[in-house]
């Protein structure tokens, strides 16, 4: 007997790869001489095919970001609370595709590929790639699919970045941004958080230069480090305070470095399940992606001069306990955007979540999307 | 030719021991059956012993706050901007005490001391101490001195929590209570840093459980890790963009994972310096240390019932860009102690440092801690 899904999802999903085998030039220098996209796709390409919407994912991300891949998954993608009919970004009246980023560790091309100049694993061979590069590569996905220009792009994050990337790169091929939780570059301290997860991978003895897979080994240790420092950046204090205070495991200390305190333990936990899904070299690339994302360089800083090649509206929204990407960063790409003349919608919204804040589903966030999305869905006549 | 010291640094400083054969009864319930207090001392006890000013230091400092070991140090003791003739704590006037705290790794008994019921190096067998442990033991050296009341006690950081615990388990004895940049308690999110940079240590192979002296090795990787860690909640996000920017150290990406801008150079070099002259049993026993900080936690929870029992004045001194203890915590010290009906004075100064702010002399915090001590000299007759 098989499962019966919420109304309002978009139920079973199966995902989908594109072989490319025209070379892909990256911004380190280097080419990709092929490579393979995993997405999904959610609801109906329209005739007009102006109805199409491009969710980018951020750093530990993949291309399930709605329903279910079998009957009895338990946890539905990653982004269900927003995808799905009736929901922000409405399946019924959208066509919704995201892939897995080039470098990933869920099916498109990346260090856990096979390198086909050599035959073996990419590993630490695998190139670093850049917001740029992603664009590039998810573009030639849309052409694919028959998608001359997106009704949206949307991301929150690490894909809010590539969503800005998007406009600046692409202008007309892409009617609307939707840049979520991001930023228009790196802080010091928040390369410098990334800069102690990639040491934590590197100098795991398990890492051997990248290629432990070859070795059949895992720099456990280190990833769990990395994605446990990411996760005190991803909760505010606030919520920390809220979600786990000082309450202790056994109600009483042990002097000793077992778990004692509750948030101990949930950080542990997330380290250590972290692990079974996710690459340690994908995980360096991405904070790289991160570290370099910065498209205002190439005009001297000048954030204003770099937006004026956008031609799509934008709705930017930050969440006011976020402080990893706090909304003054998501203001300075509203004012480099109306400085630069464009039509662009802020919203900050009231929440304690910190940055995980943009994963959630409250109300005034959900609203806000919705509202923009459903007059995007109306431009493109669904 | 000897060298010639200005004339508000307190010169050469010769770092003196005191032994302890009486056993020391811990919180965590065993004892250590005898004990060395490496410390070092500025200025002349008067002859009303009237004087004594008690400096505790924070999680990685040590005995040397001011002054000069030899002729040619480079760097003065961690708090000479603050420590020495004319200046806030004034050698001309006070006697200043600077223990190095047990279990620590400087000379005092800590983790790389022999322990006498084995004739091995203690290592992971030392004993997680608290901060009343630390006061218990202070107490004893003051005796020692001859010193019965502190003029005050004064320190910052894990060093003010010290001071708050000493106004609370000795009140008779410690006239004025001066916390700077501290905490009631640590936060979810403190020991969210905390778990991290333990998990870093003991994760490393080369830690062997604690054992790694005996073993011939040193963790090196996991201590310089926590280190990194550290030094970023140390520093504001404005300091550090101050600081660093996103500025490149060749002026241009590399596409790898060598350092590439300024920051990460700054956190490799403080991690790896750091390994060379601290042990990893002591940064682990001083942050348990600092999570097990919670002196209301008696009293459920209530501080200014705890603060009762105060008899010290206090001087609570926080920072603006202080995210490791922002100003809001020093304000519920405040708080409970006017409850408690105590009298408090409260300093928040203007700065752009973050955390680190209480080892720098910014001016304004400069005249307020000299202002408030040159009344307490004044008091004690000096």
């Known amino acids: 007997m098989s499962r019966t899904f919420p109304a309002d999802s978009v139920g079973l999903v199966t995902p989908q790869s594109a072989h490319f085998d025209e070379p892909l030039e990256l911004d380190c220098g280097r080419r990709l001489p092929a ?7 959610y609801g109906e390409l329209n005739r007009e095919r102006s109805n199409a919407v491009l969710v980018c994912h951020a750093l ?22 927003c995808i799905g009919p009736g929901k922000p970004i409405d399946t019924n009246r959208f066509f919704v595709v995201c892939p897995n980023n080039l470098g990933g560790c869920h099916g498109s091309t990346g260090p856990t590929a096979v390198n086909p100049d050599t035959g073996r694993i990419y590993g630490a061979d695998f190139p670093i790639v850049t917001t740029r590069d992603w664009c590039r590569s998810q573009r030639r996905l849309g052409e694919r699919l028959g998608i001359r220009c997106w009704a949206a792009v ?47 991978i590197l100098s795991d003895p398990d890492f051997r230069a990248g290629h432990y897979a070859a070795d059949g080994k895992l720099p456990r240790r280190g990833l769990a480090l990395a994605r446990m420092l990411g996760h005190i950046t991803y909760l505010s204090d606030g919520a920390m305070r809220e979600k786990f205070g000082r309450e202790l495991r056994e109600g009483k200390l042990s002097f000793n470095y077992d778990v004692e305190f509750e948030v101990e333990s949930y950080l542990r936990y997330q380290g250590q399940s972290f692990v079974e899904r996710f690459d340690a070299n994908t995980y360096l690339l991405m904070t790289k992606a ?16 770099t937006l004026r090649a956008v031609e799509a509206r934008s709705l930017v929204i930050a969440f006011t306990s976020d402080w990893r990407f706090p909304p003054q960063r998501s203001r300075e790409m509203v004012k480099g955007l109306i400085d630069a003349n464009k039509e662009v919608s802020y919203a900050e919204i009231t929440s304690t979540l910190g940055h995980d804040a943009f994963l959630m589903d409250s109300p005034q966030y959900m609203r806000v999307l919705g509202n923009y999305l459903s007059r995007v869905a109306a431009e493109a006549g669904t």
Chains 1, 2 share one sequence.
């Open 154 to 200: 949307v991301g929150g994050s690490l894909g809010g970045m590539q969503v800005l990337q998007w406009a600046i790169d692409y202008p007309d091929q892409i009617k609307h941004a939707v840049v979520i939780a991001a930023a228009p570059r790196l802080s010091a301290q928040n390369i410098a958080f990334n800069e102690v997860a990639r040491q934590a």
């Open 35 to 41: 490579y393979d996209l995993v997405f999904e796709t």
């Open 60 to 81: 530990s991300g993949n291309h399930h970001a709605a329903g279910y891949h079998a009957d009895d998954e338990r946890k539905p993608g990653w982004w269900d609370k």
């Open 290 to 305: 991160l570290d370099y994302f910065d498209p205002a360089a190439e005009h001297g800083g000048d954030l204003a001069t």
